[in-house]
Nanobody
């Protein structure tokens, strides 16, 4: 599967952005999909994940209540709606997919094991 993230940009603190990740290749509806981010000088970290069924989601504590992950299987796309953005949200955001059924845990800071990774999209929040 190939993953293409888009939607990043420059936004003022308090603003909103919606990231999209379009998948091509194998059956998108069977994939758990996640968003991760990497700030300069830091490790890549978990942001949000949605199960293949859409029934289960999980968020990093730092984004709970501000970010929402969703999926549209008809469009083979996963979204990350980001509201009330803060300067500390500045990072390159990556989408990732995993076809192994259950959400597989990994150690911090990734929290979940993912098979496939897309390109990154830069999000810059100015204070």
């Amino acid at each position: 599967v190939q993953l293409q993230a888009s939607g990043g940009g420059l936004v003022q603190a308090g603003g909103s952005l919606r990231l999209s990740c379009a998948a091509s290749g194998r059956t998108f509806s069977s994939y758990n999909m996640g968003w991760f981010r990497q700030a300069p000088g830091k490790e890549r970290e978990f942001v949000a994940i949605i199960s293949w069924s859409g029934r289960n989601t999980d968020y990093a504590d730092s984004v709970k209540g501000r970010f929402t992950i969703s999926r549209d299987d008809a469009k083979s796309t996963v979204y990350l709606q980001m509201n009330s953005l803060k300067s500390e949200d500045t990072a390159v955001y990556y989408c990732a997919g995993d076809s192994r059924g259950s959400l597989l845990r990994a150690g911090p800071p990734l929290k979940y094991a993912m098979e496939y990774w897309g390109n990154g999209t830069q999000v810059t929040v100015s204070s």
